[in-house]
Every structure is written in structure tokens, then in C-alpha cells.
């Protein structure tokens, strides 16, 4: 009869442990799922929102620095290094991921200052103030969308935190629920074999 109420418990045991293991697996995976969209919410936060905003920010400073130059009258020469400056700043924040929203934007600012570079020379101050207006109001569109995505993606960082959270709790109640079923298990048929 002890062998076997041994080996009975030796099984319980182990189906004990194998439903722990499980449960530990499967936490684990999940937790890793949640780690990783917090980590790429994150990584996409700094390299596609802040470092976008501060190509907006500079390109914005070029805008500012060709009004001046236009008021003070510095010769075209000076023009043509600012718009190479925004050209670049162009190209770098193109390398950004976009959003759909975003894209539309950024193409009509590409096209606002494609117009703004070919007709440059012949415009009247005036028409270059427009120019640079439209440039302006597309940068600040930018903005605003750099704003609304990175708190876009700092929520659902936060919410898969949460969740983490959530699950984390749920984990340690299961695991106290499991527990108490394996040695309610155990000691419930260890007395049934004793009474047999």
C-alpha cells in the first residue's frame, strides 16, 4: 500500500510541477510580448517623433532665417545655402517612419518648397512671404502630428504595462489557486489510499 501511495504521489508531484512549468512558460511568453511593445513604442517615440520634431523645429528655423534674410536684403546667395539646409533636413526627415496623415503633409511641404526653390528668383517679396507661409503651415502640421503619435504610442506602452500588470496579479493568484488544488489533491487521495 505505501508503494502504492508513493508512486501516486510521485505523480501528483510531477503534474504539479508540470502545471506550474506551464503556467511560468506562458507568463513568461506573454510578458516578453509586453516588453517588446514597450520597447518599440519607445525606440519609435525617440527615432520617428522626437527626432522628427526636431527636424521640424530646424527646418522651421531656416524658414524664420530666409524671412530675415528676405527683410534685410542679403543677396540670393545667402537663399541658396538656407534652402540647402532645408533640403537635407528635407531628406532626413523622409527617412522617418510616417504616418499616412504625416506623409500627406510632408509631400505637400516637399511640393510647397519645390515651388518655393524654381521660382525663388522671379517672385515679388510679397509672393515670397506666401511661399514661405505655406511652408510654415506645413511644418506646423508636422508638429502637431509628432505631438499626437508620440502620445499615441505612449499610451499603448502604458496600457501594455497595465496589462502586465493585470497579469502579473492574476499569475500570483493562479499560482496560489494551483497550489492549494495539488496539495489538496495530494493530501485528499494520500488519506483515501490510507483508508483503503
Not at 546667395?77 to 500627406?104: C, I, M, P, Y
Not at 485528499?188 to 490510507?194: A, H, I, L
Amino acid at each position: 500500500m505505501s508503494n502504492k501511495t508513493n508512486i501516486s504521489n510521485k505523480i501528483n508531484i510531477g503534474f504539479a510541477l508540470l502545471i506550474v512549468f506551464l503556467l511560468v512558460f506562458a507568463t513568461n511568453r506573454i510578458d516578453k510580448i509586453h516588453f517588446e511593445t514597450v520597447q518599440n513604442a519607445l525606440t519609435t517615440v525617440y527615432k520617428d517623433r522626437v527626432v522628427a520634431q526636431d527636424y521640424v523645429h530646424k527646418m522651421n528655423t531656416v524658414v524664420y532665417k530666409i524671412r530675415l534674410h528676405l527683410v534685410n536684403g542679403n543677396g540670393i546667395h545667402v537663399n541658396q545655402n538656407l534652402n540647402r539646409e532645408f533640403q537635407t533636413l528635407l531628406d532626413a526627415f523622409g527617412s522617418t517612419k510616417l504616418t499616412l496623415t504625416e506623409a500627406k503633409t510632408f509631400e505637400s511641404l516637399k511640393d510647397n518648397f519645390l515651388k518655393f526653390t524654381l521660382k525663388e528668383q522671379t517672385l515679388t517679396k510679397k509672393e515670397i512671404e506666401n511661399h514661405l507661409d505655406l511652408l510654415q503651415a506645413d511644418l506646423r502640421g508636422l508638429a502637431v502630428i509628432q505631438v499626437s503619435e508620440s502620445k499615441y504610442l505612449t499610451d499603448i506602452a502604458q496600457k501594455s504595462l497595465d496589462n502586465n500588470r493585470l497579469i502579473s496579479q492574476l499569475e500570483i493568484g493562479f499560482l496560489i489557486l494551483v497550489g492549494f488544488l495539488v496539495q489538496f489533491i495530494i493530501f485528499y487521495r494520500t488519506k483515501k489510499v490510507k483508508d483503503e
